[in-house]
């Protein structure tokens, strides 16, 4: 039952589509609508704790209102997230994200997004 309610709430939910593109190296996190990646700043390395990744995105909106999309869609994913005022921090069986605003005042956001394993 629990897969099936999962099932439904990820087919309605607004942002996520069957052809959404995921960023490489992070586990279940699409890369939402009106985002880019600066792809040759992702860094991915393993440890014996798990992967370690980091990105930045781009946006053509503030950075606050991506962090406040993702806080909503990733719980699709399975993630259990907490807003802080600056940041976005995820949680998921032994990984944790974490997305940091990096310019605040800037109209358009540009965010940095950290995996890391949790200890």
Same mark, same amino acid.
């Given at each position: =039952?629990?897969?099936?309610?999962?099932?439904?709430?990820?087919?309605?939910?607004?942002?996520?589509?069957?052809? &959404?593109?995921?960023?490489?190296?992070?586990?279940?996190?699409? *890369?939402?609508?009106?985002?880019?990646? &600066?792809?040759?700043?992702?860094?991915?390395?393993?440890?014996? @704790?798990?992967?370690?990744?980091?990105?930045?995105?781009?946006?053509?909106?503030?950075?606050?209102?991506?962090?406040?999309?993702? @806080?909503?869609? *990733?719980?699709?994913?399975?993630?259990?997230?907490?807003?802080?005022?600056?940041?976005?921090?995820? $949680?998921?069986?032994?990984?944790?994200?974490?997305?940091?605003?990096?310019?605040?005042?800037?109209?358009?956001?540009? =965010?940095?997004?950290?995996?890391?394993?949790? $200890?």
């Amino acid at each position: =039952m629990r897969n099936l309610l999962l099932a439904l709430f990820f087919i309605t939910t607004s942002a996520w589509s069957a052809d &959404q593109v995921f960023l490489e190296g992070f586990p279940d996190v699409p *890369l939402l609508d009106g985002l880019s990646e &600066q792809a040759d700043d992702r860094v991915i390395f393993d440890t014996p @704790s798990g992967t370690v990744a980091e990105t930045v995105i781009r946006a053509k909106i503030p950075a606050k209102q991506v962090l406040n999309t993702y @806080s909503k869609e *990733l719980v699709t994913f399975g993630w259990d997230c907490a807003r802080g005022p600056l940041s976005l921090t995820c $949680e998921r069986e032994n990984d944790r994200l974490v997305f940091l605003d990096d310019d605040p005042d800037a109209s358009e956001g540009i =965010m940095i997004l950290r995996l890391e394993p949790v $200890e």
